[in-house]
């Protein structure tokens, strides 16, 4: 059985909705609307005015934060900026919004233990913007594999361990998105069992599990490409949070 790109979308954001509503219970108090959130990474150009009466006037419940007037170094921005932020959670609040997750491009693979250090220097400013805003998540990368899988692996679950420890008294949690070589289920969860911290998770982002499926010839029983439920099961059988993120096809 195939499956279109279409199709499998629209059955990943049917998993997303179902997941969101079981699992984001600060949505709860937006009423009338679905709990379903855009990201700022499609719309790279826009003032922050403008993202939040878009968000409003579309019906949304929340926002992801990637990046805002063309700068992903969301804590240097001056809408976050210790004298302003006050003001900007105001904002968010009168617009009925909350912020869903804030992604940082922090990339936990490096061997070089300057730059690795620096990776979880950055991770960490993120998980301070998050808590400040009262955003549950922040999200990093896995990446890349370029030497033997066993140290690499090591070394991501090791900083998300680290991450998982900071964010956790900030009210925060950790999420490792399935992007770059750690997109696949088994690899993921090793990530995270080794990271043992009840303040880290995944990231399912259906268009890279979509890839990942369609190199590895996985077959689902319900998608016939991808059965994802599936996926973030096998996480969570390592007593793992999980989440998905559908795209719109382009």
């Known amino acids: 059985m195939k499956i279109t790109r279409k199709e499998f979308v629209a059955a990943s954001a049917c998993g997303a909705a179902s997941l969101v509503l079981r699992?984001?219970?600060?949505?709860?108090?937006?009423?009338?609307?679905?709990?379903?959130?855009?990201?700022?990474?499609?719309?790279?150009?826009w003032e922050w005015p403008k993202i939040l009466e878009f968000a409003e006037s579309h019906g949304f419940a929340a926002i992801e934060l990637r990046g805002l007037m063309g700068s992903m170094d969301l804590p240097s921005r001056p809408e976050f900026a210790p004298e302003r932020i006050a003001?900007?959670?105001?904002?968010?609040?009168?617009?009925?919004?909350?912020?869903?997750?804030?992604?940082?491009?922090?990339?936990?693979?490096?061997?070089?233990p300057a730059k690795h250090a620096q990776q979880l220097a950055d991770a960490k400013r993120f998980i301070d913007l998050a808590s400040a805003l009262g955003s549950p998540y922040v999200r990093v990368f896995g990446n890349e594999i370029k030497g033997p899988k066993e140290e690499e692996v090591a070394r991501v679950a090791a900083g998300l361990h680290e991450l998982g420890e900071y964010?956790?008294?900030?009210?925060?949690?950790?999420?490792?998105?399935?992007?770059?070589?750690?997109?696949?289920?088994?690899?993921?969860?090793?990530?995270?069992?080794?990271?043992?911290?009840?303040?880290?998770?995944?990231?399912?982002?259906?268009p890279?599990?979509?890839?990942w499926a369609r190199a590895a010839g996985v077959h689902g029983s319900r998608t016939g490409l991808l059965d994802t439920p599936h996926a973030l099961e096998g996480l969570r059988g390592g007593g793992q949070g999980a989440q998905i993120r559908a795209h719109r096809p382009r």
């Open 23 to 45: 699992r984001f219970a600060w949505a709860a108090d937006t009423k009338e609307r679905l709990p379903l959130a855009f990201s700022t990474l499609g719309c790279p150009a």
């Open 167 to 206: 964010a956790g008294p900030r009210g925060v949690t950790v999420i490792i998105e399935s992007h770059g070589d750690f997109v696949d289920s088994p690899t993921l969860k090793e990530v995270l069992t080794r990271a043992d911290s009840p303040h880290a998770a995944a990231l399912g982002c259906a």
């Open 87 to 112: 003001q900007s959670k105001k904002e968010i609040a009168g617009h009925g919004l909350k912020i869903a997750n804030i992604g940082s491009s922090s990339a936990l693979h490096d061997a070089d």
């Open 208 to 211: 890279h599990l979509c890839r």
